[in-house]
């Protein structure tokens, strides 16, 4: 009787411990899982990408590397048990471009030798792709095993990730839910755009901008640890609309439209001096934009020798060097001619040094310049700013936001090492 109730506790122990230790391993292989929407599911395990912040739009999930646009979040999540180890294989060993290093950094996460490893225990983990491009070979999720007590996810979650605000408009904030048990702290990282309360009632600043607010909750014996962020713009829109011509000193968006799409370029980065112009989409093939704007979206075309120089919001000017192998844009401080013709269809042949202005190459979306016509690229279009809504106007008649950027006379956004007299929250002043 002894022996047989030993054998039964014996065997048991050995059920119980097999089913502590019981693990199973998912493994996500790009080019052979994959999908052409924005959410992949295989044995129980779900990848869903979001856009976040992003300006490049979604990433994708169908290509030979699964790929997370800079701001992209890519939600991994169970429904057979909670997560404990997920692997990211990378195509780079650094953390600058599409390494798992680019994630923003979080509780359990570390990066070593193209790897990219989260260990906890969750049923949902987020990642956001903070510093650049992400793009995984494999995605590779464990879920169960000895990692200890299970524990609930927090689901810390605004109603949306992202609110696009226009000045002057009524706004209502995104709701906010939870299901742990532990004390939510709230904070804003820029507190003159938007703040937000102890419940999570997220209210407009001041000014505009980007405020990130983020929601996060502490490990306790029941729920494990969690984090949410809701990104807010404010912004005041422009409108553009398609221009058939040139007229000297005036505004205008950079645009193309190709399968069905509708692409205007953003200048490079101020701190560049040399770049390929990204875009932003909007859907449609459109003949007038309203854009959010910062003032870091249009370009001065003003008459320059035999041509038309091409001035960015930073005052640099666009111009193509003697190198061939360049096809980004130099970026430079004396205005530079290029020869522009415009064509029946409403695009515009923009050349200068032999190469001319073209968008697209291949899959990409973004603007060269190239000595001959390239595979699947369109000319561009230009859309003219409409007289009356320039956000100099916005400001000094229709809004109360203050933006504290300066802009010159002729309405371009200046740096804070610019001298002479120049236009603040809707205020002329002499910076000296």
Same mark, same amino acid.
């Given at each position: 009787m002894i022996k047989t109730l030993r054998f039964t506790l014996m065997a048991v122990m050995m059920l119980?411990?097999?089913a502590i230790s019981a693990q199973t391993v998912v493994t996500f292989t790009a080019g052979t899982d994959k999908s052409e929407g924005a959410t992949l599911t295989k044995d129980g395990i779900t990848l869903t990408l979001k856009e976040g912040t992003s300006i490049s739009g979604l990433g994708k999930l169908a290509t030979a590397e699964y790929r997370l646009y800079k701001?992209?979040?890519? !939600?991994?999540?169970?429904?057979?048990?909670?997560?404990t180890n997920i692997e990211f294989t990378c !195509?780079?060993?650094? !953390?600058?471009?599409?390494?798992?290093?680019?994630?923003?950094?979080q509780n359990g996460y570390t990066f070593k030798d193209k790897v990219g490893t989260w260990v906890g225990n969750a049923t949902s983990v987020d990642f956001t792709a903070e510093s650049a491009q992400v793009r995984a070979k494999t995605i590779k999720v464990t879920v169960g095993g000895a990692a200890g007590e299970t524990k609930k996810a927090a689901k810390l979650a605004f109603s949306v990730d992202k609110v696009n605000h226009e000045v002057g408009t009524d706004f209502t904030s995104p709701t906010f839910s939870?299901?742990?048990?532990?004390?939510?702290?709230?904070?804003s990282d820029n507190e003159a755009v938007a703040t937000v309360n102890a419940e999570g009632v997220i209210a407009l600043g001041t000014e505009e901008g980007k405020a990130v607010i983020t929601a996060e909750a502490a490990e306790n014996d029941t729920y494990a640890a969690g984090k949410a962020t809701c990104t807010i713009y404010v912004w005041h829109y422009v409108t553009y609309k398609k221009a058939t011509e040139i007229v000297s000193g005036e505004k205008y968006l950079i645009v193309a439209q190709r399968d069905g799409n509708t692409y205007y370029a953003m200048p490079c980065k101020e701190s560049y001096k040399y770049g390929y112009l990204s875009t932003v989409m909007k859907e449609g093939t459109l003949d007038e934009l309203k854009v959010e704007s910062s003032y870091d979206d249009n370009f001065v075309f003003a008459e320059c020798e035999d041509g038309y120089s091409i001035q960015d919001c930073y005052g640099r000017y666009l111009y193509m060097d003697d190198d061939p192998n360049h096809k980004s844009f130099q970026l430079g401080t004396e205005p530079?001619?290029?020869e522009v013709e415009a064509s029946d269809n409403g695009t515009f042949s923009i050349t200068n040094n032999g190469q001319f202005i073209q968008f697209g190459q291949g899959t990409f979306t973004s603007f060269g310049a190239y000595a001959t016509k390239q595979d699947n690229t369109v000319l561009p279009m230009l859309f003219k700013m409409v007289e009356g809504t320039t956000g100099i106007n916005n400001i000094q008649t229709t809004t109360a936001v203050k933006?504290?950027?300066m802009y010159n006379i002729a309405g371009q956004r200046v740096n804070k090492d610019y001298k002479g007299l120049v236009i603040m929250n809707g205020k002329k002043m002499m910076v000296k």
């Open positions: 119980i411990c097999g701001g992209n979040i890519l !939600t991994v999540s169970s429904t057979i048990g909670n997560i !195509t780079a060993n650094n !953390t600058a471009k599409y390494g798992p290093g680019c994630f923003a950094a939870w299901e742990t048990t532990a004390t939510v702290k709230f904070s530079v001619a290029w933006n504290n950027v």
